[in-house]
């Protein structure tokens, strides 16, 4: 069974940068594109960045656009996504998954922003 772990998260001010991580199980990571995904309270799962299999193409929701990169070490089975200029709205839980989606979520890593 695959299994994702995302880690990274936590609580900053405005302004501030985070770097979230996933690490997988999938003995096919090298193979897939990869996603993160967040969830804000009451509103819906959305693809917020996406990186190609080797890394040389990457997506940006237009929230996140010129403020995040996404990047991934297929050696180690982890995907980062690191997020520049946090603001208030970006508190979601992110997870990470295969894109297009192919396996069950893990638990997800709480991002709170305060404004």
């Known amino acids: 069974q695959v299994r994702f772990v995302e880690s990274g998260g936590g609580l900053v001010q405005a302004g501030g940068s985070l770097r979230l991580s996933c690490t997988t199980s999938?003995?096919?990571?090298?193979?897939?594109?990869m996603g993160w995904f967040r969830q804000a309270p009451g509103k819906v799962r959305v693809l917020v960045a996406a990186?190609?299999?080797?890394?040389?193409?990457?997506y940006y929701d237009d929230s996140v656009k010129g403020r995040s990169t996404i990047s991934r070490d297929n050696a180690k089975n982890t995907v980062y996504l690191r997020m520049n200029s946090l603001k208030p709205e970006d508190t979601a839980v992110y997870y990470c998954?295969?894109?297009?989606?192919?396996?069950?979520w893990g638990q997800g890593t709480q991002v709170t922003v305060s404004s």
């Open positions: 998954n295969s894109h297009p989606i192919t396996y069950s």
């Open positions: 999938a003995r096919a990571f090298g193979d897939s594109s």
């Open positions: 990186i190609s299999q080797n890394g040389d193409g990457q």
